[in-house]
């Protein structure tokens, strides 16, 4: 490869001002549950919110292991990064702030700041990674390029 695949990443995700991706969980049952959500990107590592009385949220409570995916569109090709791994809560309140406004994440549109006590706040921990470059048909198995 000429570029690493985080750079690719980091490329892609920049284009997007609030990425999408679908978090996959398991609920009570064992059954999957996949939604979409606002993906932030910082200093190489991922993260989401969520609001702590959800479903989404009940269900990590129970099982941390999480899968998500994220597209990527460079016409007439589309690829996508692939993570699969576990989340930790951030208590931390000037680490979700420094992050959510780096990312411009709209926090005061779904809740009163960081400090609101129905904000959750997630890291994601890698333990595979995959990646898929727009137009090819292959993905790459990724996860050393990426830190946990």
């Given amino acids: 490869m000429t570029s690493s695949a985080l750079d690719e990443v980091r490329e892609c995700l ?14 009570a ?6 939604r979409p959500l606002t993906l932030m990107f910082y ?17 990590i409570s129970r099982d941390k292991r999480v899968e998500f995916v994220t597209m990527f569109h460079n016409d007439p090709f589309t690829g996508y990064i692939r993570v699969m791994g576990t989340v930790q ?6 680490i979700r702030l420094e992050i959510t406004t780096a990312c411009k994440y709209p926090v005061t549109e779904y809740w009163k700041g960081v400090d609101d006590p129905d904000f959750l706040f ?11 470059r727009p137009g090819e048909f292959d993905e790459l198995d990724v996860t050393e390029e990426f830190p946990t």
């Fill in 14 to 27: 920049s284009q997007k001002e609030l990425p999408i991706a679908y978090l996959a969980t398991v609920d």
């Fill in 29 to 34: 049952d064992g059954a999957p549950q996949v």
């Fill in 43 to 59: 200093r190489d590592s991922f993260y989401f919110a969520t609001f702590r009385k959800s479903h989404k949220a009940q269900q």
């Fill in 89 to 94: 809560e951030i208590p931390d309140l000037s």
């Fill in 122 to 132: 997630f890291k994601a921990a890698p333990v595979r990674v995959k990646y898929n």
